[in-house]
């Protein structure tokens, strides 16, 4: 079979149509097409069905993708042990990390990765709900991603994760609210409080739902926003609390855990299985173990000086 024609059915079973894979691999809807049924005619099956306006995989379809996956993953691998021969790592690697992860790791990798000559880094920021995260792996070699740790783990059948950390989340209060003098605060003491939160569909409202389906406190979102920074800066103002991350809180509001609950996130390197056996995507990989690790180690780092946060 040609590799070049697996690789596009590739692409069309991570994206879901001709357009969407065409515009990956650069090229017409219509030589997509071509490619697919060309593939067909080579293993004498019927690989693609028409769903409503597009294509869907038919089973036979779904099968050879898995098989086209092992193909090209040992192919991946063959490049590899090519590039084992030379001394240092090199290559481009593509890395997308969601904006307060960025906050958090990005500083101190950029100074792992300047260490290696040859190591070309592409990173972007990539604010993307959970379920998403597999269908970004088509455009990068690495999605740093995270998940309340009450969430289900992403599906290991065509992806390697990495654990790189787990990060709780504290309460952010004003500095002249209430509760300030607490080292820990309860969910019930907070009830009535506006709150300020993400939008749905994001770990750290999954993780604030999480906590109301265990204690039967439901908070009150009177603003959401994504942007971390404009969360704290409405907390600080006094406009409401939030569920926020400790390593990366703003010293202009007052992080509390809460007492007797674990409120989380998992933040894991997600990527192609055999993926990782390119020698500069894992370096890449140690240099998140490596910063996660410094990362708990010293959690006063980021965005402001140190400041007590107690331990979860």
Not at 13 to 34: F, K, M, W, Y
Not at 124 to 130: K, L, N, P
Not at 137 to 148: C, E, K, L, Y
Request: aromatic share 4%.
């Amino acid at each position: 079979m040609d590799i070049s024609r697996l690789r596009v059915l590739r692409e069309f079973a991570d994206r879901g149509s001709v357009t969407s894979a065409a515009q990956a691999l650069h090229c017409t809807p219509s030589a997509v097409s071509q490619q697919l049924r060309a593939l067909q005619a080579e293993v004498g099956l019927q690989l693609t069905e028409p769903a409503g306006r597009g294509l869907r995989l038919t089973d036979a379809g779904r099968a050879l993708v898995a098989r086209a996956d092992d193909v090209l993953a040992a192919l991946d691998r063959a490049e590899a042990e090519l590039d084992a021969y030379r001394s240092q790592p090199r290559g481009r690697v593509r890395l997308a990390l969601f904006p307060s992860a960025a906050l958090m790791l990005l500083p101190g990798l950029l100074h792992r990765f300047a260490e290696f000559p040859g190591l070309e880094v592409d990173v972007s920021d990539a604010d993307i709900q959970t379920q998403q995260v597999p269908a970004l792996i088509a455009d990068f070699d690495i999605v740093v991603s995270h998940r309340d740790e009450q969430a289900e783990p992403f599906p290991a059948d065509r992806l390697e994760v990495v654990y790189l950390l787990r990060e709780p989340l504290d309460v952010a209060l004003p500095p002249g609210h209430r509760l300030v003098g607490q080292k820990r605060v309860e969910l019930t003491e907070l009830a009535e409080e506006p709150w300020i939160g993400v939008n749905e569909g994001f770990p750290v409202d999954d993780a604030l739902r999480s906590l109301a389906v265990r204690t039967g406190v439901w908070p009150r979102p009177v603003h959401r926003t994504n942007d971390l920074r404009v969360i704290e800066a409405l907390v600080a103002a006094g406009h409401g609390i939030a569920l926020l991350p400790r390593y990366t809180m703003s010293p202009a509001v007052v992080g509390r855990p809460l007492a007797g609950l674990r409120a989380a996130r998992h933040i894991e390197a997600v990527l192609r299985k055999g993926a990782s056996a390119r020698p500069a995507v894992a370096t890449v990989l140690a240099a998140l173990h490596a910063e996660s690790a410094a990362v708990t180690a010293s959690p006063h780092r980021g965005a402001g000086p140190p400041r007590e946060r107690p331990a979860p």
